[in-house]
């Protein structure tokens, strides 16, 4: 079956062939795997955008939002910057991410792929990406 993983990925899976044998070929998915698919990334989608409301609502940091769509916890993204758990939990809040020093920013910068600009702009990063 064509679905999600159309024209980007491509898994090796078992058939019968025209001889009646077992052998391999690529898949781009089937069925119920592709609703499983869709379903579980409209989930990461729909908490994508409710992060991104409320980092413009000022209630959660830029952090938050880029952790979101990186898909990353506190571990991973302590793994990536060097932060400790415990500091990147305190930059979630806006108050104490507005005060982090242009080389933290760029700590998570760099992890997140983005620059630190956008981590300091937020809403102008985030009217460029809807633009897109």
């Not at 409209?42 to 959660?60: P, W």
């Not at 305190?90 to 991410?97: A, D, G, I, S, V």
Request: with cysteine; proline share 2%; glycine share 6%.
């Amino acid at each position: 079956d064509e679905g999600l993983l159309d024209g980007k990925l491509r898994e090796v899976c078992y058939a019968v062939d025209e001889s009646g044998n077992y052998t391999t070929v690529l898949s781009t998915g089937w069925t119920p795997k592709n609703a499983a698919l869709k379903q579980a990334w409209e989930a990461v989608n729909e908490k994508i955008e409710d992060v991104k409301r409320k980092v413009l609502e000022g209630k959660l940091s830029p952090v938050a939002y880029h952790m979101e769509k990186n898909i990353m916890d506190l571990k991973l993204l302590s793994g990536y910057t060097g932060i400790s758990k415990w500091r990147i939990k305190r930059h979630l809040k806006p108050k104490n991410f507005n005060r982090l020093d242009d080389k933290t920013l760029a700590q998570y910068a760099s992890a997140f792929e983005t620059t630190v600009s956008s981590l300091k702009n937020f809403s102008e990063y985030i009217n460029s990406e809807d633009s897109k």
